[in-house]
């Protein structure tokens, strides 16, 4: 049972991300990194969209994508960058 709850906050808490940046007028990224080589990227990329949905309803606009990109792969760890639009 201890086994099973390590392994889960292991794969559940290991990621970083500077927030969302700015890049130009009402366009911004962001950008998840995994911490291990263990980190589901999925979870990562549900992350992103869910950050990046809420800054656009704090500005009371509608998330629109522009690029979507993802890492992973043997001896790296994963990232995702969202790079998005808030719009009317």
């Given at each position: 049972?201890?086994?099973?709850?390590?392994?889960?906050?292991?794969?559940t808490?290991?990621?970083s991300?500077p927030g969302?940046?700015?890049?130009g007028?009402?366009?911004?990224?962001?950008?998840?990194?995994?911490?291990?080589?263990f980190v589901?990227v999925g979870?990562?990329?549900?992350?992103a969209?869910?950050g990046?949905?809420k800054h656009?309803k704090?500005?009371n606009k509608?998330l629109?994508?522009?690029?979507f990109n993802?890492?992973?792969?043997?001896?790296?760890f994963?990232e995702?960058e969202?790079?998005?639009k808030?719009?009317?």
């Amino acid at each position: 049972m201890i086994r099973i709850i390590f392994i889960a906050l292991i794969l559940t808490g290991c990621t970083s991300s500077p927030g969302i940046i700015p890049i130009g007028h009402d366009s911004y990224t962001i950008m998840i990194s995994g911490q291990s080589g263990f980190v589901p990227v999925g979870g990562m990329k549900a992350d992103a969209y869910e950050g990046a949905q809420k800054h656009c309803k704090s500005l009371n606009k509608s998330l629109e994508e522009v690029s979507f990109n993802s890492t992973s792969g043997f001896g790296k760890f994963p990232e995702v960058e969202l790079k998005f639009k808030c719009v009317n």
